[in-house]
């Protein structure tokens, strides 16, 4: 069972009590500026980008180090955290808050999350995820997290459904590397629903817990 003593509101006036999350394989931290090569190196490829909706195309380098200023200066609950493997960043995640609109029915925490090329297929972008999410249910006072993929991107559904996420709407969403509106489809994931799932994991033992370690900085 997720526990909910230390929780506080999600929305506007939510707060994520921690910088760093660590899962058995993974340690999800803030971006640094050594993290501008890796993070080019991983999304100046199109296989990557065609999935997401903000980034540049052509991907370049200043484009890396923009996005990890841009972040370093929001705050913590809003930042993207690097998915590091070995000390070295493979991903990127997160839970920004996002108004109710296309993509998510109401006001609430939006999972997004991508994964480099080189460290699919392994689990580590479900691994991450659950870790981030198991810290969001535990520190935070709300029941639902959102989230979406492009209709197309069927291996981040997948990703998705093995968290608990269910379909929760069609719309389209604007793509800047494709620059078009593509189809997409909204998902999201009640307290209940992860708990169910974490709870179906451990009967399976596949996963000892769904709980993740978390440590404040500063």
Not at 42 to 70: E, K
Not at 145 to 164: C, D, P, W
Request: charged share 20%.
């Amino acid at each position: 069972m997720i526990g909910r003593d230390s929780a506080v509101r999600m929305g506007a006036k939510r707060q994520i009590m921690v910088e760093i999350v660590n899962t058995p394989r993974l340690v999800l931290r803030p971006l640094q500026d050594s993290d501008a090569e890796p993070l080019f190196a991983l999304l100046a490829n199109w296989s990557v980008v065609q999935f997401l909706a903000t980034p540049p195309w052509p991907y370049s380098i200043d484009d890396a180090r923009s996005f990890i200023d841009r972040h370093r200066r929001l705050a913590t609950s809003e930042r993207a955290l690097a998915i590091t493997l070995n000390g070295r960043l493979i991903g990127c995640i997160g839970l920004p808050t996002r108004q109710a609109g296309r993509t998510q029915r109401a006001s609430g925490p939006h999972l997004a999350y991508w994964l480099g090329v080189p460290h699919w297929g392994r689990g580590y972008a479900t691994e991450a995820a659950r870790g981030l999410l198991s810290h969001a249910f535990e520190t935070l006072e709300g029941d639902t997290i959102y989230s979406g993929v492009f209709t197309e991107n069927s291996a981040s559904m997948h990703v998705q459904r093995k968290l608990g996420f269910v379909h929760d709407g069609e719309t389209t969403l604007y793509s800047r590397p494709r620059g078009a509106e593509l189809p997409h489809t909204n998902t999201s994931l009640t307290r209940a629903g992860f708990e169910a799932v974490c709870r179906y994991h451990h009967a399976l033992r596949k996963s000892p817990t769904c709980l993740a370690k978390s440590a404040k900085i500063g």
